[in-house]
């Protein structure tokens, strides 16, 4: 299984920016997926969850600027991220619970690999 993340860069402060995760490869379902962060020196946090029915949740700090979309089909998940802070700087990481696997009722967590986003003056 791999997850395929894209649309980070550089960003002005208060500006706009659109994160994609695909995942694709041995996938059964996928339960949750989400967008975690971390930046320099600190430890991975949630930004965003969003169900296979689509409840999501989000972090304090996002909240009312980042909305997580999902499209089952594509199995696919984004991340519009607006009104964006220097505090927003991390890299974001996309991670999925698949069932890889038919026969075993089970989910495992998978990761993309990063994209950084810096927001700046």
């Known amino acids: 299984v791999q997850l395929q993340a894209s649309g980070g860069g550089w960003v002005q402060v208060g500006g706009s920016l659109k994160l994609s995760c695909a995942a694709s490869?041995?996938?059964?379902?996928?339960?949750?997926m989400a967008w975690y962060r971390q930046a320099p020196g600190k430890q991975r946090d949630l930004v965003a969850a969003?169900?296979?029915?689509?409840?999501?949740d989000y972090a304090t700090s996002v909240k009312g600027r980042f909305t997580i979309s999902r499209d089952n089909s594509k199995r696919t998940i984004d991340l519009e991220m607006k009104s964006l802070k220097p505090e927003d700087t991390a890299v974001y990481y996309c991670t999925a619970e698949v069932m890889t696997r038919s026969d075993v009722a089970y989910y495992t967590a998978f990761w993309g690999q990063g994209t950084q986003v810096t927001v700046s003056s």
């Open positions: 969003i169900t296979s029915t689509g409840r999501t």
């Open positions: 490869g041995s996938i059964v379902s996928i339960n949750s």
